[in-house]
């Protein structure tokens, strides 16, 4: 089955750059999905295919895919976007297609 | 604007059945989207159990599968999770989302229910 790998925890002060990795085995020709989830709350959408913003996601996120790892960008980071972060696949690779998710990413604003 | 509410027993006797319901408003079950059980255990990551389509066609996790039954009902516009044999180990926050499609084949989930805790525990 196909394997995402995130790192456990990233750390970032506040006003710099968050860049939060994926990787999976050529997963630069898949479409990735991320998602943020704050504690008690379910996930939400903050970027698609790839590197599309959905209406109401700030211009400060941004994604990228290319080879084995895509990225979740987090410019000028901010207090709030402290969160756990998980990015999604569709593998469709196997007989039995299906969603994979990585395993999560938590995002420390220090 | 579209919701998704949860709902079923938050206790379940270990070797019995998970039953969870998901009631869709503000939309149609019936409507270009697939419908999915996502579930999280306390302190872990997300975990995707299966889809249903409005047609009843369904895709399943493999490491589930022989337990899990998601099926439609779309005179109550809902659709529904069966767990069976569960454990300890099916400890869980269950989600129901809805996928969106954003270009021929894609899906994204786009909207999420709010989640609801289910205890597997004697």
């Known amino acids: 089955s196909y394997v995402l790998t995130q790192p456990p925890s990233v750390s970032v002060a506040p006003g710099k750059t968050a860049r939060i990795t994926c990787g999976g085995n050529n997963i630069g020709s898949k479409s990735v999905h991320w998602y943020q989830q704050k504690p008690g709350q379910a996930p939400v959408l903050v970027i698609y295919y790839d590197s599309d913003r959905p209406s109401g996601i700030p211009e400060r996120f941004s994604g990228s895919n290319s080879g084995n790892t895509a990225t979740l960008t987090i410019s000028r980071v901010e207090a709030g976007d402290e969160a756990d972060y998980y990015c999604q696949v569709w593998d469709s690779s196997s007989d039995h297609p299906g969603w994979v998710f990585g395993g999560g990413t938590k995002l420390t604003v220090l | 604007q579209v919701q998704l509410q949860e709902s079923g027993p938050g206790l379940v006797k270990p070797s019995g059945t998970l039953s969870l319901t998901c009631a869709v408003s503000g939309g149609s079950i019936s409507s270009s989207n697939w419908w999915s059980w996502v579930r999280q255990p306390p302190g872990k990551g997300l975990e995707w159990i299966g889809e249903?389509?409005?047609?009843?066609?369904?895709n399943y996790n493999p490491s589930l599968k022989s337990r899990v039954t998601i099926s439609v009902d779309k005179s109550k516009n809902q659709f529904s999770l069966k767990l069976s044999s569960v454990t300890a180990a099916d400890t869980a926050v269950y989600y129901c989302?809805?996928?969106?499609?954003?270009?021929?084949?894609?899906?994204?989930?786009?909207?999420w229910g709010q989640g609801t805790l289910v205890t597997v525990s004697s």
């Open positions: 989302a809805r996928e969106d499609r954003y270009d021929s084949s894609g899906y994204y989930y786009g909207y």
């Open positions: 249903i389509y409005h047609s009843g066609s369904t």
